[in-house]
T-cell receptor
Framework: ETGVTQSPTHLIKTRGQQVTLRCSSQ?????VSWYQQALGQGPQFIFQ???????GRGNFPPRFSGLQFPNYSSELNVNALELDDSALYLC??????????????FGPGTRLTVL | KQEVTQIPAALSVPEGENLVLNCSFT??????LQWFRQDPGKGLTSLLL?????REQTSGRLNASLDKSSGRSTLYIAASQPGDSATYLC??????????FGTGTRLQVFP
């Protein structure tokens, strides 16, 4: 059984550019959540995808968007990058959205630096 | 609005000590509570998950308790080791879609 994987591990972009981050969920999991973790802070929820549909969204602007594919892998897209978008982006998968099967398993993260 | 607080923010202890990390949350209507470990610059490793109907969970040297009515959870680490050095994060599952995290307790165990 493979765990949650994310790519790339590190990324450097400049202000105004666009970025796509990728996540493969743990085998058998149909729910993927994305979190942003600024330095010294706890992760903040961006959004969740359940069976290819957005299933909840945190307090992030529309330039943060996502997709989930039929194999339950997911992408996080950020447009018009700002300096404050520099953070560790974490992907988590779970068996089901909500209820007792929602233990979250996290990937290693993608470190995004915006210059 | 759900808020999660962790105390202390940092802790430095000698090897072998038993220690307690504290987590408090403002809204008792949670689905579950999860404790994580994070090594510097790395992702999160799930340590223990406590369902809202449970009072505690144990795994090896770790024991986590949950008191929903008072909005508190503790993570007990027995016989601490240098390899336990990391940041420990508490998170509550509020509604069905998201974890709300505290800012963590940074633990250093020295030989």
């Amino acid at each position: 059984e493979t765990g949650v994987t994310q790519s790339p591990t590190h990324l450097i972009k400049t202000r105004g550019q666009q970025v796509t981050l990728r996540c493969s969920s743990q085998s058998g999991h149909n729910t993927v959540s994305w979190y942003q973790q600024a330095l010294g802070q706890g992760p903040q929820f961006i959004f969740q995808y359940y069976r290819e549909e957005e299933n909840g969204r945190g307090n992030f602007p529309p330039r943060f968007s996502g997709l989930q594919f039929p194999n339950y892998s997911s992408e996080l897209n950020v447009n018009a990058l700002e300096l404050d978008d520099s953070a560790l982006y974490l992907c988590a998968s779970s068996l089901e959205a909500g209820g007792p099967l929602n233990e979250q398993f996290f990937g290693p993260g993608t470190r995004l630096t915006v210059l | 609005k759900q808020e999660v607080t962790q105390i202390p923010a940092a802790l430095s202890v000698p090897e072998g000590e038993n220690l307690v990390l504290n987590c408090s949350f403002t809204d008792s209507a949670i689905y579950n509570l999860q404790w994580f470990r994070q090594d510097p610059g790395k992702g999160l490793t799930s340590l223990l998950l406590i369902q809202s109907s449970q009072r505690e969970q144990t795994s090896g040297r770790l024991n986590a308790s949950l008191d929903k009515s008072s909005g508190r959870s503790t993570l007990y680490i027995a016989a601490s080791q240098p390899g336990d050095s990391a940041t420990y994060l508490c998170a509550v599952f509020h509604n069905t879609d998201k974890l709300i995290f505290g800012t963590g307790t940074r633990l250093q165990v020295f030989p």
